[in-house]
């Protein structure tokens, strides 16, 4: 199933990928488009990822997801690449699946057997699988409006602007009257699959933004990685950058939840 | 084989490629446009981006058949109008890559030049940090890349300057 092409086509031209029919969804103008409905925001699957990433909709209503589209790849990339392409190709260290983790995303697959919707928690399988069955395709994505006092970050360690993070990090926290009462992380680049970091979510709730606290969630958030190695950074070094991140992405979801309430 | 008809460069082409064929391979085996350079073929160096309906993509990662009906840029249709029709000289960002020594073995240069096209026309006022971020997908393995960005800042700064004298000329009566 061809839609922007940012990571088949790569697959196909390194013959990593050596599909026997190529269907190109294309030209099925139904698949795009923004729209809020019922405190959602719908996209479709089709939706290029620089429409979404210029969207008044999606940069009001799921900010977390306007951070971290101008992280993905680079400009040219962004141009034809699609948000149900990158969430259907689930690579663990894109940007796209930890936001959807992260705002407990749903995903809206049509198949012959008709229409079944996934939770993000369970949309997730592995590397680069998802739930979806082959003859199923993922038509749109639904992610819930931020509350207000919603602050995000998305941070992520990159060797260079545009690349791959070795370690990311999806943020929203909630501050009402400055206690944390919803806190959300996930993090990219540690697993095979985006990585909710609940035990530092439960610390989280109900305390007043530090750096003891935030020191301690990085702690908590990393104690049970298990990250791989590659060239970019060994299992220990991941696991280091990753409580760097999650140290820096609260202190940047805090402050951004600050500077919204004023 | 599928018959398709595009605007490129502000022509109309036609063409018959194989529906595997990348809209890089198009462009340069069937329209012989082969300043559209090919390096990695899988999407990462830049070399082949063009501008497709007024945005950079990379045109080893779109096939030829899904560029029907839509307009291309290639670096060909980079340079004014000459006086016989055709194109002529150096654009204005051409110009200032190449006052600033912007190229060495020129491999990359189209991509270059096609990304920072699209760029500046989105962002005329953009510093040298966007610059950078904005170039981050397309690689360079001579300059070091100093040069290029010196060749935009350039090109931007001349822009601005041509901006600025237009209003006032119109001004006054």
Known sequence: MLAGGQSLIPLLALRLARPAVLIDINGIDELSGVSAIDGRVVIGAMTREYVAEESGTVADTVPLLAAALPLIGHEAIRSRGTIGGSLAHADPAAELPAVARALDAEFVVRGLSGERVIPAAEWFEGYLTTSRRPDELLVEVRFPAAEDDTGVSFHEVARRHGDFAIVGLATSLVLSGGVISDARLALTGVSDVPVRAAAAEELLAGERPS?????????????????????????????TVAAAVVRRGLRAAADNAAKGSN | MADITLRVNGATRTGSPEARKTLADFLRDDLNLTGTHVGCEHGVCGACTVILDGRAVRSCLMLAVQAAGREVTTIEGLAPDGEHGGHEGLGTLQQ??????????????????????????????????????????????????????????????????????????EERP
């Open chain 2, 96 to 169: 200032a890559m190449w006052d600033s020594h912007s190229f060495q073995c020129g491999f990359c240069t189209p991509g270059f030049v096609m990304q920072a096209t699209a760029f500046l026309g989105d962002h005329p006022d953009a510093d040298e940090q966007q610059i950078r971020e904005a170039l981050s997908g397309n690689i360079c393995r001579c300059t070091g890349y100093q040069s290029i960005i010196d060749g935009v800042l350039l090109a931007a700064q001349r822009n601005r300057t041509l901006r600025n004298r237009e209003p006032l000329s």
């Open chain 1, 211 to 239: 750096t003891e606290l935030f020191d301690e969630a990085a702690r908590r958030a990393t104690a049970d990685l298990d990250p791989p190695g590659d060239l970019h950074g060994s299992p220990g070094y991941r696991k």
